[in-house]
T-cell receptor
Framework: AQTVTQSQPEMSVQEAETVTLSCTYD???????LFWYKQPPSRQMILVIR??????QNATENRFSVNFQKAAKSFSLKISDSQLGDAAMYFC??????????????FGAGTILRVKS | DAGITQSPRHKVTETGTPVTLRCHQT?????MYWYRQDPGHGLRLIHY???????DKGEVSDGYSVSRSKTEDFLLTLESATSSQTSVYFC???????????FGSGTRLTVV
C-alpha cells in the first residue's frame, strides 16, 4: 500500500518570504500523480498544484512550485512571496495513475503553515 | 465546492444512535469517496464507490456502511455511533480522466 509522510507538523514564514513544505511517499508503482491541497480555516479542500510522475519538469502555479525527486520519492512544495492568505493546513497526496477501481487519493498527515506579518 | 454538497454541516449525536451523512453531486462523476479527517492523521478513506451500487471499503471502514442507489447520491451511515467517530467527514467526487478530486465542505460530527 502507498503511504505519504509529512514530517513537519507546523511551519512558520514571514510575509513576503519563501517557505518549503516537505513530503515523501512510498510506492512500488512507476506511474502516479502527486498533489498538494490547501485547507484554510473554512475547512474547504483546495487543489494547489499537481505533478504527473512521468513528467520530469516540476509543476508551477504562480507563486507555488514543486521539487519532484522521483528516485528519492520526494515531493516538496515551495511557496514564494508568502501572503497572509497562504496560512492554512497543507496536505500532500498521492494517487496511482492506473487503477481498476477508485483512483483513491492517499493523504499525508498535513502541515500547518502560519504566516507572520 | 460547486457541484457537490454535504449535509448536514454540523451534527451532534448520542453514543449508540445511527447517523446518516449525505453527499450529493451534480457533476455526474463516476467515483465518490468518504474520508474522515482527524488531527495527526490527515484524511483517511472510509469507503468509496465506483458506480451505482458498486462500493468498496477503505482503510478505516469498521463501524461504517455506505449506499449508492443513484449516481448523484452517496450516503455514509454510522450504524451505532461511538465517541471515536467524532470527526470531520468529507465527501469527494472524481473521474478517471481527472487528476484530482473535488471535495465537499465537510460535516463536523460530534458523538457525545
Amino acid at each position: 500500500a502507498q503511504t505519504v509522510t509529512q514530517s513537519q507538523p507546523e511551519m512558520s514564514v514571514q510575509e513576503a518570504e519563501t517557505v518549503t513544505l516537505s513530503c515523501t511517499y512510498d510506492t512500488s508503482e512507476s506511474d502516479y500523480y502527486l498533489f498538494w491541497y490547501k485547507q484554510p480555516p473554512s475547512r474547504q479542500m483546495i487543489l494547489v498544484i499537481r505533478q504527473e510522475a512521468y513528467k520530469q519538469q516540476n509543476a508551477t502555479e504562480n507563486r507555488f512550485s514543486v521539487n519532484f525527486q522521483k528516485a528519492a520519492k520526494s515531493f516538496s512544495l515551495k511557496i514564494s512571496d508568502s501572503q497572509l492568505g497562504d496560512a492554512a493546513m497543507y496536505f500532500c497526496a498521492y494517487r496511482n495513475r492506473f487503477m481498476e477501481y477508485g483512483n483513491k487519493l492517499v493523504f499525508g498527515a498535513g502541515t500547518i503553515l502560519r504566516v507572520k506579518s | 465546492d460547486a457541484g457537490i454538497t454535504q449535509s448536514p454541516r454540523h451534527k451532534v449525536t448520542e453514543t449508540g444512535t445511527p447517523v446518516t451523512l449525505r453527499c450529493h453531486q451534480t457533476e455526474n462523476h463516476r467515483y465518490m469517496y468518504w474520508y474522515r479527517q482527524d488531527p495527526g492523521h490527515g484524511l483517511r478513506l472510509i469507503h468509496y464507490s465506483y458506480g451505482v451500487k458498486d462500493t468498496d471499503k477503505g482503510e478505516v471502514s469498521d463501524g461504517y456502511s455506505v449506499s449508492r442507489s443513484k449516481t448523484e447520491d452517496f450516503l455514509l451511515t454510522l450504524e451505532s455511533a461511538t465517541s471515536s467517530q467524532t470527526s470531520v467527514y468529507f465527501c469527494a467526487i472524481g473521474q478517471a480522466s481527472n487528476y484530482g478530486y473535488t471535495f465537499g465542505s465537510g460535516t463536523r460530527l460530534t458523538v457525545v
